[in-house]
């Protein structure tokens, strides 16, 4: 069983997978910064500083001014302004991503552009043929 493990352990599988998980903690890190140092404040000018976090229902029927007050005073809150607010978060961080790696596709895309060919056309029967090839296989016509 140990040996079992120390292959699987060792496989370059298995360390792709951890420097991916390492890769993509630290990537996290900078899309929340992203969204909540530069996107979430110019969004707070475009919607007026709507702050949904003191939106909530307090369970034992009483009116609380802010959802500090309700936990202060150890009451059983449903927070949906706060479940809003992550759902917003979501969104915008998924957006972030979807950015993200659309450009890192495009640069991927510039990076492959030089395209060697390795076929030609056959000027008699029109197939694809090796680049090197000096007679036709298909209509064994003589390629010049």
Known sequence: MLKEFKKF???GNM??????????????????SLVKDIIMPVLSILTNKIDFTNLFIALDGKKYATLEAAKSAETATINYGLFITGVIDFIIMAF?????????????????TIVVPTTKKCPHCISDIH????KCPYCTGDIV
């Open 9 to 11: 352990a060792l496989k």
């Open 15 to 32: 360390i792709d997978l951890a420097i991916g998980i390492i890769i993509g903690g630290a990537f996290s890190g900078i899309v929340n």
């Open 96 to 112: 972030v991503v979807f950015l993200l790696v659309q450009w890192m596709n495009k640069l991927r895309k510039s990076e492959n």
């Open 131 to 134: 680049i090197d090839a000096t």
